[in-house]
Nanobody
């Protein structure tokens, strides 16, 4: 059974930082693209970032470029999202996603975590 478990969310002031972690099990992690999506209240789930198995391709949504950094540790089946210079508009539930193919479309994701809430206060 595939499990993606996020951690690291919480409440932070604008300008602050958080580091999200995603622990994966039940899948051949090193063969999957790992990504992060987020969903704010009343909005659809949106792409944030993804990283290929060899970390050779990394993409970010325009809204987080220069502030967020994605990384992965295949040896330990972990992925991370370092979030700096956080803004109130970054407030959302953040979901870890694993896919066979590179995608920015939530409907194409193969596996999801349950999410972790990030709240940025102004």
């Amino acid at each position: 059974q595939v499990q993606l478990v996020e951690s690291g969310g919480g409440l932070v002031q604008a300008g602050g930082s958080l580091r999200l972690s995603c622990a994966a099990s039940g899948l051949t992690f090193k063969y999957h693209v790992v990504g992060w999506f987020r969903q704010a209240p009343g909005e659809e789930r949106k792409f944030v970032s993804h990283i290929t198995s060899g970390s050779d391709t990394i993409n970010y949504a325009d809204s987080v470029k220069g502030r967020f950094t994605i990384s992965r540790d295949n040896a330990n089946n972990m992925a991370y999202l370092q979030m700096n210079s956080l803004k109130p508009e970054d407030t959302a539930v953040y979901y870890c996603a694993a896919s066979i193919a590179l995608t920015t479309v939530s409907s194409n994701v193969n596996y999801w975590g349950k999410g972790t809430l990030v709240t940025v206060s102004s």
